[in-house]
């Protein structure tokens, strides 16, 4: 059974870091493509960062330069570091893994940004 499990959200002050940790079990996340989504009260779930099963990463304009996707295949572990963060940076975040025929997602974990 394949479990993806988020952790390291929490309540933050704007311009404040949180790294988020997504835990693998009955998967192996290298060489798949691993992704962090977001999705605030009232709006729809969005992409916030990809990493490619190569290790390309790719970002959605609103983070830019301040959250960092990446993985560390010896702990089965996608981590996602997000610096200068922003009210609206708030959210529950979910983690996605590519899988067949659906991909795969955490419980998520929420991120709270106070101003």
């Known amino acids: 059974q394949v479990q993806l499990v988020e952790s390291g959200g929490g309540l933050v002050h704007a311009g404040g870091s949180l790294r988020l940790s997504c835990g693998a079990s009955?998967?192996?996340?290298?060489?798949?493509?691993v992704a962090w989504y977001r999705q605030a009260p009232g709006k729809q779930r969005e992409v916030v960062a990809t990493?490619?099963?190569?290790?390309?990463?790719n970002y959605a304009d609103s983070v830019k330069g301040r959250f960092t996707i990446s993985r560390d295949s010896n702990k089965n572990t996608v981590y996602l570091s997000m610096n200068s963060l922003k009210p609206e940076d708030s959210a529950v975040y979910y983690c996605?893994?590519?899988?067949?025929?659906?991909?795969?997602w955490g419980q998520g974990t929420q991120v709270t940004v106070s101003s």
């Open positions: 990493l490619s099963s190569s290790g390309a990463t």
């Open positions: 996605n893994c590519q899988g067949l025929p659906d991909d795969y």
């Open positions: 009955g998967i192996r996340l290298n060489g798949r493509r």
